[in-house]
Each structure stands twice: as C-alpha cells, then as structure tokens.
Antibody
C-alpha cells in the first residue's frame, strides 16, 4: 500500500527557513517523480514544485522560484521542500504527491498534508 | 502561470448529470492532452478522477467522464449522488514546463 507522510510544518516567522519532509513507502521511490502542492486556507490547489526520480530534474512555480528548494534522498525514501525566506502568503497546507510522469503526468497518490503558518 | 478558469460552483439534483468546465490557453489545456481532474472532500487530500483528458483510473466510478474541445476541458458527472458533493480541480501541463491547477468548482447536490 502506498503511503506518503508529510512532516515539518508549523509556525514560522517571515524570513526564517523551514524544511518539510515527506516519507514514502509502498512503491519504488527512486524511480518516481514527486510533487509538492499547497492549499492556502479556504483556497484552491496550487502546484509548487516537482522533482524527477533521480533528482536531476527540478521544476518550480514562478511564485516560489528562487525561494523554495525541492530535493530528495532516495536512500531514505524521503522528499524535502526547503522554504527559504517564506512570506505570509506562503501560509498553506503543503501536500506531497507521487507523480506518474515528469510534468506531463498526474498525481496518483497524495499525503494528508502539513500546515505551514507564516506569521510574525 | 495564470490559474485555469473553472466555475465557482455547479449544482444538480440526485440522478442528474452536471458538467464542470476548465478553460485555459493553447499553451496548456489546448496544446496538450495532459489534463487531469481531482476530487477533494473537506479536510481530505485530493483524489484523481480523470487523467490524460479522458482516462479513468481503476476504482473510479464510470459515472465520471472527461473530454476536451479546443482550450476547454470538461468533467461530467452522470447519475449525481450525494457523495459526489465536493470540490473539483482541473490541472494541466504547460509549455513553460510547469503544472497549473484550476481555481476549483464546488459541486452541490440539491
């Protein structure tokens, strides 16, 4: 059974850094592209970033490019998202999801999300 | 990376059919057959209902179907049931090598 479990969310002040983690099990993690999607309170879904299975390909939404960094450790079956200099508008539930293909695919499994609140 | 355009809400009575539209441009929806649809119940993670415009994943009811014409994709729910009441989001690959979601549609079962 595929399982994705996010962690690392919480309250962070604007400008501080935060690293989210997503532990994966039940599938071959090292060959699966992975995605981060966020949802601000009461708002819709927003794609944030995608990383290929090897980690060589990394893609970002314009809204986070240059501030967030996606990475993965295939030896630990773990996906990461580093939030650098977060802004109030980055407040959201962050979901990790397994992708079927790099960029042209779809998200076939999702975690339950971790809430990040950016506030002073 | 403007969000794809969806109606804010669509409603129907049990047993009826409803259609949710998702309008983009020829740089996303119109340019590729990589549109997917997601169902999200309150407080829950999204679930894929349709991918590659028309394909239904195993386990998804055949009451859900997808189509596309030009820059607009559509999700149709036939035989509407109370359990279908949820938020629905479309998503597409874009020519900028990114992914874009629609703003979401709330389906209300009357």
């Amino acid at each position: 059974e595929v399982e994705l479990l996010e962690s690392g969310g919480g309250l962070v002040q604007p400008g501080e850094s935060l690293r989210l983690s997503c532990g994966a099990s039940g599938f071959t993690f090292s060959t699966s592209p992975m995605t981060w999607v966020r949802q601000a309170p009461g708002k819709g879904l927003e794609w944030v970033s995608l990383i290929s299975g090897s980690g060589a390909g990394r893609y970002y939404a314009d809204s986070v490019k240059g501030r967030f960094t996606v990475s993965r450790d295939n030896s630990k079956n773990t996906l990461y998202l580093e939030l650098n200099s977060p802004r109030v508008e980055d407040t959201a539930v962050y979901y990790c999801a397994k992708e079927v293909r790099v960029l042209t695919g779809y998200r076939d499994y999702w975690g339950q999300g971790t809430l990040v609140t950016v506030s002073s | 990376q403007s969000a794809l355009t969806q109606p804010a809400s669509v409603s129907g009575s049990p047993g009826q059919s409803i259609t949710i539209s998702c309008t983009g441009t020829n740089s996303d929806v119109g340019g590729y057959n990589y549109v997917s649809w997601y169902q999200q119940h309150p407080g829950k993670a999204p679930k894929v209902m349709i991918y590659d415009v028309t394909i239904r994943p195993s386990g998804v009811s055949n009451r859900f179907s997808g189509s596309k014409s030009g820059n607009t994709a559509s999700l149709t729910i036939s035989g509407l049931q109370a359990e279908d009441e949820a938020d629905y989001y479309c998503s597409s690959y874009t020519s900028s090598n990114t992914v874009v979601f629609g703003g979401g549609t709330k389906v209300v079962v009357l």
